[in-house]
């Protein structure tokens, strides 16, 4: 009697399975090479409903509209690690290179940021914005200079209600500088004590949130890596700091701390630049190779890198100079597949933020490219169409 139950249940259930619909989905993108963020995984179909990634597959799936993906290769909007925006402008430039987010690294109007962070997520044509806010710093420090009037840290102002104000302003992160090096023949700014850094990044982390720190010496990266900040937004900068001793890189790989080089301004033409800046850069800055050769170390030893371009307006601009950034990480030995990782699944790592990757879901927002990027980094720039929020701009 038992046995003929369990049959007669078993007959129901096949037969309901066999009664039930396949999935529709509003739009698939069929037999299309995909890179995740962090591999390749070959081609695949790719579903989409309204503006998020519903599957992810190698089987047959129902839309109501289907796109021939042959020969195409989706990877994830590409992330500028290091920028200031300064201008709404700079929120379109990368965009039809496929640069879809941008991570802001100070900025002295924290009310102008937070109005593009929120305009930014969901307008077709802008890289999608997160910020900082203020930098900390002290009154006169690095870079007090650019927005006199931010916030900085002092006896007035402590490290807990400085944090709060930052909190208050909805910044996704909080950023460090500890800037105390001759400049051009200017001397060293104010800066923060080793002591109120490690007091910031414990406070931060204890409030959840991500800390970078701006730091470009070896004696002060190592000091302050000691502290277990999550990354540094600069490599080391200074010919002085040859060579550079293991230890450097011993001391980063073991606290998990990666770093957004921002190196690729070296294989910027200067020729325009005054005399006197092109000695001072070539006497005491480290060049391409150079910085190749460090980027190549840090890669060996396992310490996580973010592509970033940091200066603009005449040094770095948010579209074609971000390209320069990946070939130094070119010329520093990584495969292609890297140096993709560089620009996109490495930033969601590092910044714990639903960037630069692929996955069910997850945005809809990815790049369509004409040709395959891991075997040609130039195909890069080979954009078909550019997809935010399930949209196509």
Known sequence: MIMKRVLFFCLIALTLLGCSEPIKYDIVIEKVNL????????????????????AITTNKLDADSTIDGSGKFIIPGLVNAHVHASKLDDLKEGYPLGILTLLNMHTGLEDRELDWKTMSRDSIGFSTLYGAGHAATVPGGHPNQFSPDMETISDSLPIADWLQHRMDKEVDYIKVIRENHEWMGYPPLPSLSFEQIKNLIDAAHNQNYKVVVHANTVAEMMQIA????????????????????????????????????????????????????????????????????????????????????????????????YFLELELYKMAGLSNLEVLKTATGNAAKAFDLPIGEIKKGSKATFVLLNANPLSDLSNLKEVGQIWKNGMIN
């Open 35 to 54: 890179f995740d963020g962090y591999e390749d995984l070959g081609i695949v179909n790719v579903a989409i409903n309204k503006d998020t990634i519903a």
């Open 226 to 321: 000691q502290f277990k900040p999550d990354g540094f937004v600069h490599m080391l900068d200074y010919k002085e700091d040859l060579p550079i001793p293991d230890s450097f890189y011993v001391q980063l790989a073991k606290h998990n701390i990666f770093v957004v080089p921002t190196a690729g301004m070296a294989l910027k033409s200067m020729e325009d630049a005054p005399p006197f800046i092109q000695d001072w850069v070539s006497i005491n800055l480290l060049n391409a190779q150079e910085r190749a050769d460090i980027i190549k170390e840090m890669h060996e030893q396992g310490i996580l890198m973010v592509a970033g371009t940091d200066a603009q307006e005449g040094q770095m601009n948010f579209g074609e100079d």
